[in-house]
């Protein structure tokens, strides 16, 4: 392996004073606004500018998933300090209609390595991956089955190269990536219904378990395991 970066990463498990049912994609919207404004403060945790409100297009060095009825919180770079200075135990979240005390909160510190791999790696979409917008979602819809591949490829390797940069990796060499056996699902972001893609992600980048990439990430969308 070639390596390009290593950057910290740190990861918040938080628990509830309480059982908490509902669906993966509902209980991360929740968990990011309750965040979001327990923390309003700092930009890191929502993607607003502090002085005129603007959405700050950027690469989210915060991120938020669910799992297993627990809530989790993801930092890159400066965020991953700023996560493990942060008074998570006894912390007040209203999740919905839900009020939720934190009764416990597990925190995890990694070193992330990006890099050039000699060989093709293979990694588990955990969540489905965002590549569509509505309209290129329309002209995908009128593509060819081989078509239709060339194109998820394309958008794969586009926006692999956005996430790369956002966390200011450069990639030297030709990014490959494909997506074997992709399943399809509807997903649901801002009130609009997007096409989510699953799978086995085949690719030369070498990319750290937590890796997040594709449109919504810091919404859970496009996490990648090992």
């Known amino acids: 392996m070639h390596l390009l970066a290593t950057i910290p990463l740190t990861q918040v498990e938080l628990r509830w004073d309480r059982e908490l049912a509902g669906g993966t994609q509902q209980r991360t919207k929740q968990l990011r606004g309750a965040l979001a404004n327990a923390f309003r403060g700092d930009d890191l945790f929502h ?12 690469y989210p060095r915060v991120q938020y998933r669910w799992r297993h009825g627990r809530g989790l919180v993801v930092g890159w770079g400066q965020a991953a300090d700023r996560l493990l200075n942060l008074p998570w135990l006894e912390l007040n979240l209203l999740l919905g209609e839900t009020p939720v005390v934190v009764s416990d909160a597990a925190l995890t510190l990694n070193q ?7 060989q093709l790696g293979h990694y588990r ?14 002209r995908y819809q009128a593509m060819t089955p081989t078509q239709q591949r060339s194109e998820r490829e394309r958008l794969l390797v586009a926006n692999l190269l956005i996430a790369l940069r956002g966390l200011d990796v450069t990639f030297p060499e030709r990014l490959y ?13 801002k009130g609009e219904k997007l096409l989510g893609l699953t799978g086995e992600l085949t690719t030369n980048a070498v990319l750290p378990a937590g890796f997040s990439f594709g449109h919504a990430v810091s919404h859970g969308y496009g996490w990648l395991t090992l």
């Open 125 to 138: 979409l955990e969540t489905p991956v965002l590549l569509f917008n509505q309209e290129n979602y329309r």
């Open 47 to 58: 993607q607003h500018d502090l002085l005129t409100g603007k959405t700050l297009y950027r």
């Open 177 to 189: 990536a494909t997506l074997a056996e992709p399943q399809t699902c509807t997903c649901h972001y």
């Open 112 to 118: 992330g390595q990006f890099g050039v791999g000699d």
